[in-house]
């Protein structure tokens, strides 16, 4: 079975800094990553997805992500984030060929003026 | 695309009242998921459908909780009966490679 953690269930960060989520993953097979932003009183809308080839993956609003396969993890970043950041973070798992994705726990990001 | 639909986007009834929550699905998708969302539990995967058929409802709480996929373009879910622990936002999803949500109903039951 797959699992995901996310260490920092909050992050704050002052607007224009750098922010990094940290999201780490279990998994026996081979596995495609995600991360979703959900905006206050809205549906989840998709960030970015790894599913095979380059590591370093690019998504909307600047974020960035790295599939790291030897500590498992896929940490979301983005080099200056804005007001408009603030929402909360999900990464997530699912297995190729199957539909169930699992979703971790989320993390709040407050991007302070 | 109008994106997955919703509706309705707010419910409020009382305990021991029949809910139905619909959904509308991207055309095109194959796979349909319910989730449930709360402060205390998260995002909960509650039952999924791949071309209309129940794969997964492990994730449903009790027998009061119901689901259907008639076709390809419908999904609902149904509480009977509501009480107050089942407040939460109920999402839809439908994918073909990723999954994408629909904007939320939020219910509240009194």
New interface residues.
């Given amino acids: 079975a797959q699992s995901v953690t996310q260490l920092d269930s909050q992050v704050p960060v002052f607007e224009e800094a750098p922010v990094e989520l940290r999201c780490n993953y279990s998994s026996s097979v081979s596995v495609y990553l995600f991360w979703y932003v959900q905006y206050p009183n809205q549906g989840l809308q998709l960030l970015l997805k790894y599913l095979s080839g380059s590591t370093l993956v690019k998504g909307i609003n600047g974020f960035e992500a790295e599939f790291n396969k030897s500590q498992t993890s896929f940490h979301l970043r983005k080099p200056s984030v804005h007001i408009s950041d603030t929402a909360e973070y999900f990464c997530a798992v699912s297995v190729p060929s199957y539909d169930k994705v699992i979703f971790g726990p989320g993390t709040s990001l407050s991007v302070i003026p | 695309d109008a994106g997955?639909i919703q509706s309705p986007r707010h419910e409020v009834t009382e305990m021991g009242q029949e809910v139905t929550l619909r959904c509308k699905p991207i055309s095109g998708h194959n796979?349909l998921?319910w989730y449930r969302q709360t402060m205390m539990r998260?995002?909960e995967?509650l039952i999924?459908f791949?071309n209309n058929v129940p794969?997964?409802d492990s994730g449903m709480p009790e027998d009061r909780f119901s689901a259907k996929m008639p076709n390809a373009s419908f999904s609902t879910l149904k509480i009977q009966p509501s009480e107050p622990r089942d407040s939460a936002v109920y999402?839809c999803?439908s994918?073909l490679n990723?999954?994408?949500?629909?904007?939320?109903t939020r219910l509240t039951v009194t």
Avoid: K, R
């Fill in positions: 997955v796979s998921f998260g995002l995967l999924y791949n794969i997964d999402f999803a994918s990723e999954q994408y949500f629909g904007p939320g």
